[in-house]
């Protein structure tokens, strides 16, 4: 008889949850993409809303929306917004009970234990908040699990042979790189290092300026300025227009009437190169680089002791990225996992094993000593 233990990852933009379902373990959702956009908010009319609607009104109603709460995790201070207080705690476990309900809706049962993945670099307050947030939504928290090791299990490594592996994990608001050691069934965080304040929306932003500015010198209008609706729709094509060129080299971004002038429609039609892109976000990609070369040295590594790259987070399909690894290593980073659901995947396979599906395997899971030495001896958050 196995036990029903679902796999979370509450991530700072999106989060997803896995499960073992028809002999393997799978992402579950209604939504094509699995993912649940890290947003709670309220409707002008006082309605809860949880992920996509949530997203799709933040920029319009920035005092009933709120999003990254990963990053107040641990924090005692309240979330104030639509005129109530909430604890961070509060805020995420409403994300872990839609996500929940996915799962419920296609096991038809009530789902009441989970693993719940955090960033190596968490402090024991932010992980102790992660498991509270998990029982206000109900859940029994087994496991709290490192992101990176959650990657690792993700693809498999546990086998006889011994890997030391780069996870490399740029998100829509974060950023982080662990060095991982896996020999046999025993994982381990070696170092990690960071910027929690940098990810694929600092893209979107130099993407959004860039178009605005365009705007600006061919009408003379500052969409930034009292412009809100034009400002969102551009929002969300800055957003649009990255992801296109991480496959093409060029993009066009046409957006017609987004304000008028004398009764006269305005529009924005401009071309963008990947070269000029890859220009504008080079500075912030480098600073990535910098915590790379942290990592190694910290975890006592040089780039050719690593014998895989695994790459986590959506931002990681940005080809400069995969182009710059590759310099510096040599080696093919991989993502044949889908980097978005990496992490979910991890835990699944944690969550899996600790249902009692297949063989569970020990996993031991050392916090990173590079976020400082409180860390140190710490097993990952284990019960
Ligand atoms: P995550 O937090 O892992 O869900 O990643 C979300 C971030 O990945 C957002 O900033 C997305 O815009 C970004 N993203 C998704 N797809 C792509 C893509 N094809 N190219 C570049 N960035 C992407």
Known sequence: MTDLIVGIDLGTTNSEIAAFLNGKVEVLGPEADKMLPSCVGFSSAGTLLVGREARHQQLLYPNLTIRSIKRKMGSTEPVKFADKEFTP???????????????????HQPIRRAVITVPAYFSDAQRNATREA????????????????????????????????????????????????????????????????????DFDNLVLERLEREFQNKHGIKLQDGHPVAHARLWW???????????????????????????????????????????????????????VSKALQDARKGPSDIDAI??????????LISRRLRELTTLEPRQDIHPD?????????????????????????????S??????????GFP
């Open 310 to 319: 695994l790459l986590v987070g959506g931002s990681t399909r940005t080809p």
């Open 134 to 201: 998990g029982e206000l939504a109900g859940l029994e928290v087994v496991r709290i699990l490192n992101e990176p090791t959650a990657a690792s299990l993700a693809y498999g490594f546990g086998d006889a042979a011994h890997h030391t592996a780069m996870v490399y994990d740029l998100g829509g608001g974060t950023f982080d790189v662990s060095i991982v050691s896996v020999e046999g069934d025993v994982t381990e965080v070696l170092a990690s290092h960071g910027n929690n304040q940098l990810g694929g929306d």
């Open 341 to 369: 659901l990496c992490v979910a995947l991890g835990a699944g396979v944690l969550a899996s094993r600790l249902a009692g599906h297949g063989v569970e395997r020990v996993l031991v899971d050392v916090c990173p000593f």
């Open 237 to 291: 094509a800055a957003e649009e227009a990255k992801k296109k060129l991480s496959f093409e080299p060029y993009v066009r971004v046409r957006e017609e009437a987004l304000v008028s002038q004398d009764g006269k429609p305005l529009h924005l039609d401009v071309e963008l190169s990947r070269e000029e892109y890859e220009e504008m976000i080079r500075p912030l990609i480098e600073s990535t680089f910098d915590s």
């Open 89 to 107: 705690q509060e805020i995420s476990s409403l994300i872990l009970r839609q996500l929940v309900q996915w799962a419920e809706q296609a096991f």
């Open 371 to 380: 976020f400082g030495p409180s860390y140190l001896g710490e097993r990952g």
